[in-house]
């Protein structure tokens, strides 16, 4: 019962961290919150004055990191594949960044 009890309590908050901590709506808008700032930092951009535009371009509703993930993790639920792109996201920012831009330039220019 106990270790039923951890492991509920890992997954909710492998699944429920990162909205809480990007204050974004689901797994998917807390990566694309995640993802866009990494990138602003990237390229030199102050990520809390990009924060105006985000939602002019739509960034945190989850529909850009839904079409990566279907892209990527074609058999996985998008919120499974969300979150296991986010958590790639924390633990090694340089690396996603690079495949984050490899990513969005091949679903752009498909």
């Known amino acids: 019962m106990k270790l039923l009890l951890v492991i509920a309590g890992l997954l909710s908050v492998l699944f429920f961290?990162?909205?809480?901590?990007?204050?974004?709506?689901?797994?998917?808008?807390a990566l694309e919150v995640r993802?866009?700032?990494?990138l602003a930092e990237?390229?030199?951009?102050?990520?809390?004055?990009?924060?105006?535009?985000r939602p002019l371009l739509g960034v945190g509703s989850g529909e850009y990191a839904k079409e990566i993930v279907k892209s990527e993790y074609s058999g996985v639920p998008s919120g499974v594949g969300c979150a296991v792109m986010y958590w790639h996201s924390?633990?090694?920012?340089?690396?996603?960044?690079?495949?984050?831009?490899?990513?969005?330039?091949?679903?752009?220019n498909a």
């Open 42 to 53: 990237d390229r030199g951009e102050d990520p809390a004055a990009l924060a105006i535009i």
């Open 35 to 38: 993802s866009f700032r990494l």
């Open 90 to 108: 924390m633990i090694d920012p340089r690396g996603y960044t690079q495949e984050l831009a490899t990513r969005l330039e091949k679903l752009f």
């Open 17 to 29: 961290y990162p909205s809480f901590n990007e204050d974004a709506k689901g797994g998917c808008g």
